[in-house]
């Protein structure tokens, strides 16, 4: 069995026991391979960690709950596996420049860390957002010289 039909098997198991504990061990024992193969086996055909694309992917989960749910952020918090509110804060404001509650507030899911498929990308953190995220995404500031243009981004 190649590579990326390994990595596709071990992204349906996340998929599938996303809100259980993952580790590394955990997803080997289940799909039995041993953990080395499947840590390289994912890196090299994603260009991502195990543990990156699980934790994006909580995050992704969780950015959509903030923003389509009434659900309490620290109940959010919990069902991304963060054991404090506190800890939830600053990895979504490491990834979405903004905390939970300025990001419920803007109502907008924007994915960060969608699904992968079939095919895997090289690099897949910031394709689609970019390095300033979605937070500062919203801030826009219109060149009124040039109305037909893009807003300018502040």
Do not use: N
């Not at 709950?65 to 990895?91: C, D, H, M, N, W």
């Not at 895997?120 to 037909?148: E, H, I, N, Q």
């Amino acid at each position: 069995m190649g590579k990326a039909s390994v990595t596709e098997e071990i992204i349906s198991y996340i998929e599938d026991h996303l809100e259980e504990e993952l580790s590394l061990e955990k997803i080997a024992g289940a799909l039995h391979y041993s953990r080395y193969y499947v840590a390289r086996a994912f890196k090299e055909s994603t260009g991502t960690t195990l543990h990156k694309y699980i934790q994006g992917r909580r995050l992704d989960e969780a950015a959509r709950k903030l923003a389509q749910t009434r659900q309490p952020i620290i109940e959010v918090a919990f069902g991304a596996g963060y054991g404090s509110q506190q800890a939830f804060t600053q990895a979504f404001r490491l990834e979405y420049q903004c905390t939970p509650q300025e990001y419920r507030r803007m109502g907008v899911f924007f994915p960060r860390q969608s699904r992968l498929t079939d095919r895997f990308p090289t690099s897949y953190l910031g394709s689609a957002a970019g390095k300033s995220g979605v937070c500062v995404m919203y801030k826009v500031r219109w060149d009124m010289s040039r109305p037909l243009e893009r807003g300018i981004a502040v």
